[in-house]
């Protein structure tokens, strides 16, 4: 009689992260994990603790990837620039996994990796060093919050999204001049949440970077 199969950590992240490509972590849960790898949940404990662990650590298998051959070039500014573009398209694979990361964080290598580079840049710009943890801290919570929000768009199914564009151009266009006049002024120029949006990333990232820049002595 043979035993049940004994999965390793990477067969089950592995597994984890291909059912969070079609659900979100609300929904994914140990048990549904366990029932996609046929074993039972108490096996799946052996590895991690709860799921706020394992979904930190597919998390963090994501900014692994992200961080694979990653070399600082150019100033610091430059630096944090390219390593947020590798965020934002590591993510952008795997939309479902940014809000994990946004919600959950990690404190895996890939976690340590980002904030080591980050941390790196900025003590390069010349901030005093009291400031660098400060300044960190504001650009992380700004990367996650755009990365998660793209990737929130990036999941829509066609349909869906066509009603949300239906349903913004009604209420841009029918707009009333007189209820709301700014509105119905620049209602040609309005554009949806997800139009442009690399641009604006990288145009948000850079008046952060530019206003760490005005506190280096």
Request: proline share 4%; hydrophobic share 45%; charged share 25%.
């Amino acid at each position: 009689m043979t035993g049940r199969r004994r999965w390793t950590t990477e067969e089950i992240l592995d597994t984890a992260a291909e059912l969070l490509r079609t659900s979100d972590a609300e929904s994914f849960s140990v048990r549904k994990l366990a029932a996609a790898l046929g074993t039972d949940s108490s096996s799946l404990y052996r590895h991690f603790r709860n799921k706020t662990e394992l979904l930190r650590a597919v998390a963090d298998r994501i900014l692994l990837a992200a961080m694979d051959g990653y070399r600082p070039e150019g100033d610091w500014k430059q630096c944090i620039t390219a390593l947020a573009l590798r965020l934002r398209e590591a993510f952008g694979e795997q939309p479902q996994l940014a809000t994990v990361w946004g919600r959950y964080a990690s404190g895996g290598t890939g976690s340590r990796l980002v904030m080591e580079e980050l941390l790196q840049a900025l003590r390069a710009s010349g901030l005093p060093d009291e400031e660098v943890p400060v300044r960190y801290h504001r650009i992380v919570i700004l990367l996650a919050a755009l990365i998660a929000s793209e990737a929130g768009i990036g999941t829509i199914a066609p349909k869906e999204h066509e009603q949300g564009m239906e349903q913004f151009r009604v209420a841009v266009f029918g707009a009333d001049p007189e209820h709301f006049p700014a509105l119905a002024h620049f209602a040609r120029d309005i554009r949806p949440l997800g139009a442009d949006r690399r641009a604006a990333f990288e145009e948000i990232l850079a008046a952060q970077l530019a206003h760490i820049e005005t506190q280096i002595p």
